[in-house]
Structure formats: C-alpha cells, structure tokens
C-alpha cells in the first residue's frame, strides 16, 4: 500500500464518516445525533484520507486553557501497525505543543495497547494514584 496515497488533512471527519469508522475501528458506537452537536466543539483535528475515504482520525478537546482530552483515535484496521497512528498523534501532539497553556492538564484514556502509542508522546499512567471513571448515557426512553 503506498504510504504517499494517504493524506493528513486538519480537518475532523463528518459525523456521518466519523460514526463509521468509531465502528470499524471497534470503538463504542456514538449516535450521529450525538456526532453532530459534539463534533463542532473540536479544538483540533485530523483526518487521514485515501481517495477520499476517512481511514483514520483524531482530535482534542476541551476549554482551551486548563484541560485538553485527547479522544476519538482510529485507524481502519486495513491500516493499522503502518504508523498512521503515530502520523495521527504527531500531528495532535504539535498543536498542543503550540497551543497548550503552560499548567494544562492533557488526559486521554488509552484501550489496551494503544498506551504504547500514547508513551511515545509522554504521557504517564496514573494508576493507582488516580483512575479514569465513566458511565455511558442510556438512550432516552419515548415519552
Ligand atoms: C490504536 C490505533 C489508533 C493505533 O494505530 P496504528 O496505525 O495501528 O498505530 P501505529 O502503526 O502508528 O503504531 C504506533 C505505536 O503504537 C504502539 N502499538 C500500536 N498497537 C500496538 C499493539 N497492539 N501492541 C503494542 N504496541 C502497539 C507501538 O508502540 C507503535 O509504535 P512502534 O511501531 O514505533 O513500535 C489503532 O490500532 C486503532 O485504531 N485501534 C482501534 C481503536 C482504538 O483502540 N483506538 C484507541 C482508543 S484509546
């Protein structure tokens, strides 16, 4: 596969191509409802592109002055182990490396064995001093 065909463009995906490819990528689904108010609000983001398909994504998050989330990390998995996601997280660790304030938080949570990926741009496990908590908001029952 040649490396050159696949374009960086910092752009974040449509929540149309955005919700597909958090499926491919065997992320948690999100709704395009969901996709389409949370998406706007995108500090920074990246798509990776091949003929004009979104094969990987990335993008930060936040207020834009204490606290930035690195989230929404895919690559295809046709594409994956072939450093795209370093081409990812290279382009999101120059903005923040810009933009960031000094005494920012920067925090991600990192599946499996993507915190390889994620060490190589210095962040640290915080376990057990702190860890990450979540729930997921259940879809609204009809009136
Ligand atoms: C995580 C993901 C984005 C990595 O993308 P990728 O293009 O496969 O990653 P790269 O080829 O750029 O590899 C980057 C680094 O990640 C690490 N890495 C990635 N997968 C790894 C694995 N399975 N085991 C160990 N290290 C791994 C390696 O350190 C690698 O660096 P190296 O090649 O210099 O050793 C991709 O696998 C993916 O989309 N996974 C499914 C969705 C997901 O889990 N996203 C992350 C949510 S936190």
Redesign the pocket.
Known sequence: MAEEHIQLVEHFPDADAYCRLRAQ???SPKTLEAARKGLPNTLYGVSLTRDNEVI?MGRIIGDGGCFYTVVD?????A???????????NALDAWLRQNAEPSAYVT???????R??Y??YGFVETAPASVNMEYIVAPRLPD
């Open positions: 990528a065997g992320m990987g990390i895919a690559v295809a998995p594409y994956q182990g072939r450093g795209l996601g370093k081409r990812i997280m991600l949570v990192a599946d499996g064995e993507a390889h990926l060490a190589k």
